[in-house]
């Protein structure tokens, strides 16, 4: 069973990187501040987060540094109890 930071890492290589685009997204790589996601894929990256493992992120708990990286977003599953 695929674990939660490579099915988040491969959801955001396959939804926000064009194909020919040459950034590398890797666990650390910066996704809001490095311009990969913006607000609106945000709110489609937690929609895809709460459809994948059945929890409900409230917005407060949603905020840019949450979701800036792989490993930020991996952090904020944990206290919904995925791994």
């Given at each position: 069973m695929e674990n939660a930071k490579d099915a988040v890492l491969d959801y955001v290589r396959k939804e926000y990187l064009e194909d020919g685009d040459d950034r590398v997204v890797e666990y650390d790589t910066p996704l809001i501040s490095g311009g990969i996601v913006d607000s609106f894929s945000m709110v489609s990256l937690k929609v895809f987060l709460e459809t994948k493992y059945n929890i409900q992120i409230p917005d407060a708990?949603?905020?840019?540094?949450?979701?800036?990286?792989v490993n930020n977003i991996v952090e904020l599953l944990k206290g919904f109890g995925v791994n």
């Amino acid at each position: 069973m695929e674990n939660a930071k490579d099915a988040v890492l491969d959801y955001v290589r396959k939804e926000y990187l064009e194909d020919g685009d040459d950034r590398v997204v890797e666990y650390d790589t910066p996704l809001i501040s490095g311009g990969i996601v913006d607000s609106f894929s945000m709110v489609s990256l937690k929609v895809f987060l709460e459809t994948k493992y059945n929890i409900q992120i409230p917005d407060a708990k949603a905020t840019p540094e949450a979701f800036d990286s792989v490993n930020n977003i991996v952090e904020l599953l944990k206290g919904f109890g995925v791994n």
